[in-house]
């Protein structure tokens, strides 16, 4: 299984950028995928989920801001993000979760991802 994430940029304060994360590997779509990320100097943290019944997730930081959806027919999963802040600059790692759900992706200490994308990197500028 393998996760490729793209659509990473440079934007200023108040910009938009579209993420998208496709997924190879896998026989099926009843798996939870996720966009997590990282700041400098920061732990990794959860942004949002979509499971496979279609529910969402968001971390309070994003909410309103930030939009969750995937493409099963198209393995995809995507993050458009409006409103963008300088503190949203990070590093966005895709993941997948394949018995969890969206709701514990984002909020639970005690699951964690099974597979990982390698990044794509998201800068603000004020």
């Known amino acids: 299984v393998q996760l490729v994430e793209s659509g990473g940029g440079s934007v200023q304060t108040g910009g938009s950028l579209r993420l998208s994360c496709v997924a190879s590997?896998?026989?099926?779509?009843?798996?939870?995928m996720g966009w997590f990320r990282q700041a400098p100097g920061k732990e990794r943290v959860a942004v949002a989920a979509?499971?496979?019944?279609?529910?969402?997730s968001y971390a309070d930081s994003v909410k309103g801001r930030f939009t969750v959806s995937r493409d099963d027919a198209k393995h995809t999963l995507y993050l458009q993000m409006d409103s963008l802040k300088p503190d949203d600059t990070a590093m966005y790692y895709c993941?997948?979760?394949?018995?969890?759900?969206?709701?514990?992706?984002?909020?639970?200490?005690?699951?964690?991802?099974?597979?990982w994308g390698q990044g794509t990197l998201v800068t603000v500028s004020s």
């Open positions: 993941a997948t979760d394949a018995a969890g759900g969206a709701w514990s992706m984002v909020h639970s200490p005690y699951r964690s991802p099974d597979v």
């Open positions: 590997g896998y026989t099926h779509n009843r798996y939870c």
């Open positions: 979509i499971g496979y019944d279609g529910s969402t």
